[in-house]
């Protein structure tokens, strides 16, 4: 069965500085590998995705993610945050073309906070 | 290019009624999955429709049906509704089967009281 953890529930950056969300995957085969961030009250967005190839992926809104098969992980960085990225992150793992197990499998969430 | 859209946004209901919540998958996409999202908590999936079937289900109990139409929307209907049926549920669409990209809706928040 797939899993994903999240290990930080919350975390405050000050605007301006570098960020890093950390994600931890458990999948027996080639994971394909998501970040979405939900504001307050809404639905989830896209941030990037990785199936396969280069394991250093870009995505919207300047945010990147590296994919490392040997530590099972896939974090979230960006560089220089802003007010506006405040909001709920979630990791996701799916079983891509696994005939029968097209579901993504969600982490609890890191919630942002960005101060001043 | 209109993306997925869900209905109603808020709903209440009482223990023990039934609700039909209602999806339109973003053009072009003819896959629709539904995830309940309690509050604190990530996204857990209930099922998945493709061609007007069911193609995987989640760990939810039989109360939780659902239906796709011809034109690709959907309906999540919760019978017998109980209090931790209360969540934030979301319409997921995405083309063809396998667990690819899958762009979410708004979601409808439902409270049962």
């Known amino acids: 069965a797939q899993s994903v953890t999240q290990p930080d529930i919350h975390i405050t950056v000050s605007e301006g500085a570098s960020l890093e969300l950390r994600c931890n995957y458990s999948?027996?085969?080639?994971?394909?590998l998501f970040w979405y961030v939900q504001s307050p009250g809404q639905g989830l967005q896209l941030l990037l995705k990785y199936f396969s190839g280069d394991t250093l992926v870009q995505g919207i809104k300047g945010f990147e993610a590296e994919f490392k098969r040997s530590q099972s992980s896939f974090n979230l960085r960006k560089p220089s945050v802003h007010w506006s990225d405040a909001a709920e992150y979630f990791c996701?793992?799916?079983?891509?073309?696994?005939?029968?197990?097209?579901?993504?499998?969600f982490g609890t969430g890191t919630r942002l906070t960005i101060i001043p | 290019d209109a993306g997925v859209t869900q209905s109603p946004t808020h709903l209440i209901k009482t223990r023990g009624q039934q609700v039909t919540l209602r999806c339109s998958p973003k053009?072009?996409?003819?896959?629709v999955s539904w995830y309940q999202q309690a509050l604190g908590q990530g996204p857990q999936f209930i099922f998945q429709?493709?061609?007007?079937?069911?193609?995987q289900r989640g760990n939810f109990p039989d109360r939780f049906s659902g239906h796709q139409f011809p034109n690709y929307s959907s309906e999540l209907n919760v019978n017998a509704l109980l209090l931790g049926d209360s969540a934030l549920y979301l319409c997921?669409?995405?083309f063809g089967t396998g667990a690819y990209e899958q762009y979410f809706g708004p979601g409808t928040r439902l409270t049962v009281t």
């Open positions: 996701a793992v799916g079983a891509g073309s696994d005939f029968g197990n097209e579901k993504l499998t």
């Open positions: 997921a669409s995405s």
């Open positions: 999948y027996g085969a080639t994971p394909y």
């Open positions: 053009s072009g996409h003819d896959t």
């Open positions: 429709y493709y061609e007007e079937e069911e193609r």
